[in-house]
């Protein structure tokens, strides 16, 4: 997940956002995917209508079969996730951004009023950001912005698969490549934990080598998951 313009929707969606989705999608509930996976996101943007939240968000959820076998995700923003099997990438989610020709003939194509700058998508007043869907930004939906995400099938996982899911604080100065040749060549007993902070750490370091300073590293979360040598 990754805020941005305040800090309402955030914290409301680190207490209640995976509760909704394990109501609709968890295996009490048995609901169809990825329709149970839309109408959660969808739910909990009427939720922020209704709170009247601040600030919006990017999120991936990431579901795995309670056996481990499958993993599935539904996203929004820019915030993104790659399956990693061996050196290779097995998946990756798309950006939900003006970089994306699919999300821009989405826009166009709507009914809204909205003006693209610079790689935001803004409205008539002039409020702009730079993902195309998001929870949270209420006043960006006249312009396009929606909150439905994108779902992927369920995808096969195999011993020593790895997943790993970032916000652009992590793929705006590391390249997916290295990223995915360092993880590839993880020990089977390397400490996630540790792994994703030094992940994190490295970020910060090229945001200051970049920038000059490390309050100009953008919003940073990472999350890692290696599918177990056997199956538990």
């Known amino acids: 997940m990754d805020g941005h313009g305040g800090q309402g929707v955030v914290r409301h969606a680190g207490q209640h956002l ?23 996101f969808v739910g909990f943007q009427d939720e922020v209508r209704r709170k009247r939240l601040r600030g919006g968000a990017t999120a991936v959820a990431i579901f795995l079969r309670a056996d481990g076998s499958q993993a599935a995700f539904a996203w929004v923003g820019d915030s993104s996730a790659v399956v990693i099997r061996g050196g290779d990438v097995l ?8 970089d994306n020709a699919d999300e821009v003939a989405r826009i166009k194509a709507g009914d809204y009023r909205y003006f693209m700058d610079d790689g935001y998508l803004c409205t008539p007043r002039g409020r702009c950001v730079a993902p195309t869907r998001a929870l949270g ?10 909150s439905t995400p994108e779902a992927s099938e369920w995808i096969d996982l195999q011993p020593g698969d790895i997943i790993i899911a970032a ?5 705006d100065v590391l390249p997916e490549e290295p990223v995915v040749r360092h993880l590839a060549k993880m020990p089977l007993e390397a400490d996630l934990v540790q ?3 030094g992940l994190a750490e490295t970020a910060v370091r090229e945001w200051t ?7 100009e590293a953008d919003d940073i979360s990472v999350l890692l998951y290696r599918h177990p040598p056997q199956a538990e």
């Open 18 to 40: 995976q509760e909704e989705l394990l109501r609709l999608c968890g295996a009490e509930a048995a609901g169809a995917w990825p329709e149970c996976a839309r109408a959660a």
């Open 167 to 171: 916000s652009d604080g992590i793929w």
């Open 91 to 98: 998946f990756r989610t798309t950006k939900h951004s003006l």
């Open 209 to 215: 080598r970049q920038y000059g300073r490390a309050s």
């Open 137 to 146: 930004d209420i006043e960006m939906e006249s312009a396009g912005l929606i």
């Open 195 to 197: 792994a994703a902070s």
